[in-house]
């Protein structure tokens, strides 16, 4: 968030890329996109380009970060270092560190954990084009990639960020508009349960902007939850079908 007078964020009622006020940039997700990988998906959203992939549940190692009751679900969020414009400096950092963190609490909200003690599911979330919302774009390839691995949940988990832009509440920062901007709101929600299980708040909103920002992401969410729910529709159909081809040339 900052400020640049020089920087037009809106003109004729439209944001720089085009978009209306409650529109988000194109998302596509294809879920089981990786062999070696319990479940995976990879999403495309604007020009953020994010892959995700689960290990587990399996044994949790070390032996001490075990729960006797239930099993943990450990997300890692990575940035490539050719992810963004100025070369990421490899490795962990604390930005890095707190989005791991936040979409492990939001997945465990859905995850039946209680089924597999002392277990750990491993998520992990590969930046490979960065451009505004990853974590968002994160969370939302991680839940697809749980489900492909076949984990129990109660719901997938769809996040997407409103925020406001020259004093205009709007939905899905883009790049200029997360830096020049005025507010970033980062939203996971459950639909079946209309729960909320992310929420942060960078910059200023007055208690009205914040209605009509959540309003916005939730809508969002809905939307992106029924992309998520056709790109396993979609994998459950392909898979299908090579089995019945592999039964025919089988004889089967
Ligand atoms: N970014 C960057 N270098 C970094 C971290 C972030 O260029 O080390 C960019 C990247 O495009 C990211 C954006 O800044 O998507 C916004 O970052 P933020 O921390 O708001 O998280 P995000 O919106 O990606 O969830």
């Not at 200029?176 to 639909?191: H, K, L, T």
């Amino acid at each position: 968030m900052g400020s640049n007078k020089d920087i037009e964020l809106i003109e004729d009622g439209k944001r720089m890329d085009g978009r209306e006020f409650d529109e988000l940039r194109e998302i596509t997700i294809k879920a089981g996109v990786l062999k070696r990988a319990d479940g995976s998906a990879y999403l495309e959203w604007g020009k953020n380009k994010i892959m995700a992939a689960v290990y587990g549940p399996r044994e949790m190692h070390p032996r001490h970060a075990q729960e006797t009751r239930k099993a943990v679900v450990r997300a890692r969020y990575n940035m490539a270092a050719f992810s963004v414009p100025d070369r990421k400096r490899p490795g962990p950092d604390r930005r890095s560190i707190e989005i791991s963190k936040l979409v492990s609490e939001a997945l465990e909200k859905v995850v039946f954990t209680e089924k597999y003690p002392r277990s750990v599911i491993d998520v992990f979330i590969e930046v490979l084009q960065a451009s505004a919302g990853t974590r968002c774009g994160g969370l939302t390839a991680a839940s697809v990639a749980l489900a492909d691995a076949g984990i129990p949940m109660s719901d997938l988990v769809a996040s997407c960020a409103s925020g406001k832009i020259e004093g205009q509440v709007v939905l899905d920062l883009g790049k200029n508009e997360d830096n020049y901007g005025q507010a970033d709101v980062p939203v996971g929600y459950i639909p079946r349960s209309d729960d909320i299980c992310l929420l942060q708040m960078d910059g200023n909103l007055t208690e009205e902007e914040y209605e009509e920002a959540m309003d916005m992401a939730i809508e969002a969410c809905k939307e992106i939850h029924g992309i998520q729910r056709e790109a396993l529709r979609e994998r459950y159909s392909t898979e299908l079908k090579d089995e019945n081809e592999k039964d025919l040339a089988e004889g089967v």
